[in-house]
């Protein structure tokens, strides 16, 4: 059961305006985020500093370019190097893969910020 208040706090991702209460998380339609509310002010603000490969501070939205050459579970080919990714989006990732984004050719993935340098 969904229920929406005007009392519930911004996403701490995004910022988005719109969280909603699901059991007992807070869900962000705007970016996926879900959070526990007991736990957003003890999280901090939730501005983690991402670098790209060279030390560039990324931001969502960017567009960023492969530096190397990627291999690709269940593709021939995998993502050459000099492949542009445009409108990233931070997140907390799994195993340091922070950046979720669409690939052409490859679809939706997530990508490290060490193997991308900002454009």
Known sequence: MCVMSENLPPCPKCS???????GALLLCPECGHE???????????GTEVIKDAVGNVLAD???VTVVKTLKVKGSPTGIKAGTKV?????????????IDC????FGAMQL???????V
């Open 112 to 118: 490290k910020s060490s193997v991308v340098k900002k």
């Open 35 to 45: 959070w526990s509310p007991s736990e957003e002010p003890a999280g901090g603000t």
């Open 16 to 22: 988005g305006a719109y969280a909603y209460e699901m």
């Open 102 to 105: 669409k690939v052409d050719g």
């Open 61 to 63: 939205g960017d567009t």
């Open 86 to 98: 445009r409108n990233i989006r931070l997140v907390d990732g799994v195993d340091g893969h922070d």
